[in-house]
T-cell receptor, first 115, second 110 residues
Framework: EPEVTQTPSHQVTQMGQEVILRCVPISNHLYFYWYRQILGQKVEFLVSFYNNEISEKSEIFDDQFSVERPDGSNFTLKIRSTKLEDSAMYFC?????????????FGQGTRLTVV | RKEVEQDPGPFNVPEGATVAFNCTYSNSASQSFFWYRQDCRKEPKLLMSVYSSGNEDGRFTAQLNRASQYISLLIRDSKLSDSATYLCVVNDNYGQNFVFGPGTRLSVLP
């Protein structure tokens, strides 16, 4: 069964450092997302990406964040200068609107710890 | 503001019990609706989509009331393995964004 894969599974970084979280969405999907979940809190939308550009972003997704699809398979989230409050689980998801609304498929997540 | 609200929980029920979760959403233009399940420190996984006519999958029944903007999930004959957080998810903007509720935690006790 096709799945969304994320790397690394766990990343520890010092405050102020840049991190790049990587995702390989399901190959025939058209929409890609990043969500985050701070421990014990709800899943929060960060950004959606379609046709090689951002289609929607939340207020969390400020200038420190960026997304890119550098090739045909990878979808990355970059945090330029990490803060302690960026520590969270980051989930990538993909979705195919080809035949009408369907569910989003989530990767297993990257746990980011900023120290 | 687009929001999805759920029962605050947690729900602690004995094995074999029937439990119901409620969810309301604020955006009347929402297009599709889902229940996801999330185990501790894992990714959300689809439990079932919710259709206008209501739908059932084994012990799980989902209902949608568009007029009241209300979604429900019923779990019958609960098992220990049903212990998880149940997330109500609503799809806005013609499929472009998935909005999550805060989740309701279920613990099924032996």
């Amino acid at each position: 069964e096709p799945e969304v894969t994320q790397t690394p599974s766990h990343q520890v970084t010092q405050m102020g450092q840049e991190v790049i979280l990587r995702c390989v969405p399901i190959s025939n999907h058209l929409y890609f997302y990043w969500y985050r979940q701070i421990l014990g809190q709800k899943v929060e939308f960060l950004v959606s990406f379609y046709n090689n550009e951002i289609s929607e972003k939340s207020e969390i997704f400020d200038d420190q964040f960026s997304v890119e699809r550098p090739d045909g398979s990878n979808f990355t989230l970059k945090i330029r200068s990490t803060k302690l409050e960026d520590s969270a689980m980051y989930f990538c998801a993909s979705h195919n609107l080809d035949r009408g609304p369907t569910e989003a498929f989530f990767g297993q997540g990257t746990r980011l710890t900023v120290v | 503001r687009k929001e999805v609200e759920q029962d605050p929980g947690p729900f602690n029920v004995p094995e074999g019990a029937t439990v119901a979760f409620n969810c309301t959403y604020s955006n009347s233009a929402s297009q599709s609706f889902f229940w996801y399940r999330q185990d501790c420190r894992k990714e959300p996984k689809l439990l079932m989509s919710v259709y206008s006519s209501g739908n059932e999958d084994g012990r799980f029944t989902a209902q949608l009331n568009r007029a009241s903007q209300y979604i429900s999930l019923l779990i019958r004959d609960s098992k220990l393995s049903d212990s998880a957080t149940y997330l109500c998810v609503v799809n806005d903007n013609y499929g472009q964004n998935f909005v999550f509720g805060p989740g309701t935690r279920l613990s099924v006790l032996p």
